[in-house]
């Protein structure tokens, strides 16, 4: 069975351009999160999308958004990119099965250089 | 805000010694999770835990839940190079609606 896929695995983009980064859950999952991992700090929640809505999004400005397809596969934009977000962008992927926390399998990432 | 502490942040041994790593936390988990991340992937899931006072072997890795379930604990007896890494807990908060809160993380190396 595939896992969690993430596309690009790497990106350079300079201050003030977008970007758009792909995930594409376990197959049978309806849940997907995104984190970002800065170097050398922990994962910081950035947004939870089931069933394709928006459930719950962390504490990061409006210039970063998401959706989810009917496929559960997610999008997750960036506008106007600062230096400081330069970092490892996660994709995690879950089952969602009624209100409790299921097992969430992440993806290889997608580094992100911002210049 | 609920915050999960992870001691020690950084943790240099010797191949063959054994180590503990805490997570700790002042609100109780409805389940917590424990990954263990290579540098530029993502985080690859070891255990989770959700029955307080409950104890899980991995081959040389022993997690336990404590009996509140406030608090986790990472154990690895003869620690070998493989073993180098970051750990990462994780713990879903009662009523936190299924959302995952990390902790900082423990940067594991296990020198030869």
């Known amino acids: 069975e595939a896992g969690v896929t993430q596309s690009p695995t790497h990106l350079i983009k300079t201050r003030g351009q977008q970007v758009t980064l792909r995930c594409s859950p376990i197959?049978?999952?309806?849940?997907v999160y995104w984190y970002q991992q800065a170097l050398g700090l922990g994962l910081q929640f950035l947004l939870w999308?089931?069933?394709?809505?928006?459930?719950n999004r962390g504490n990061f400005p409006p210039r970063f958004s998401g959706r989810q397809f009917p496929n559960y596969s997610s999008e997750l934009n960036v506008n106007a990119l600062e230096l400081e977000d330069s970092a490892l962008y996660l994709c995690?992927?879950?089952?969602?099965?009624?209100?409790?926390?299921?097992?969430?399998?992440f993806g290889p990432g997608t580094r992100l250089l911002v210049l | 805000t609920q915050l999960l502490e992870q001691s020690p942040q950084f943790l240099s041994i010797q191949e063959g010694e054994n180590l503990t790593v805490y997570c700790n936390s002042s609100?109780?988990?409805?389940?917590l999770q424990w990954y263990r991340q290579e540098p530029g992937e993502g985080p690859v899931l070891l255990v989770t835990?959700?029955?307080?006072?409950e104890v899980k072997k991995l081959k040389r890795l022993t997690f336990q839940f404590g009996d509140a379930r406030k608090d986790s604990s990472l154990h690895i007896t003869a620690a070998q190079t493989g073993d180098t890494g970051l750990y990462l807990c994780?713990?879903?908060?009662?009523?936190?609606?299924?959302?995952?809160?990390f902790g900082s993380g423990t940067q594991l190396t296990v020198l030869p």
């Open positions: 197959s049978g999952h309806t849940s």
């Open positions: 995690a992927s879950s089952l969602s099965q009624g209100r409790y926390q299921e097992t969430q399998y």
């Open positions: 609100s109780v988990f409805s389940s």
């Open positions: 835990v959700v029955t307080g006072g």
């Open positions: 999308y089931d069933e394709g809505e928006e459930r």
């Open positions: 994780a713990g879903a908060y009662v009523g936190s609606a299924r959302q995952l809160t």
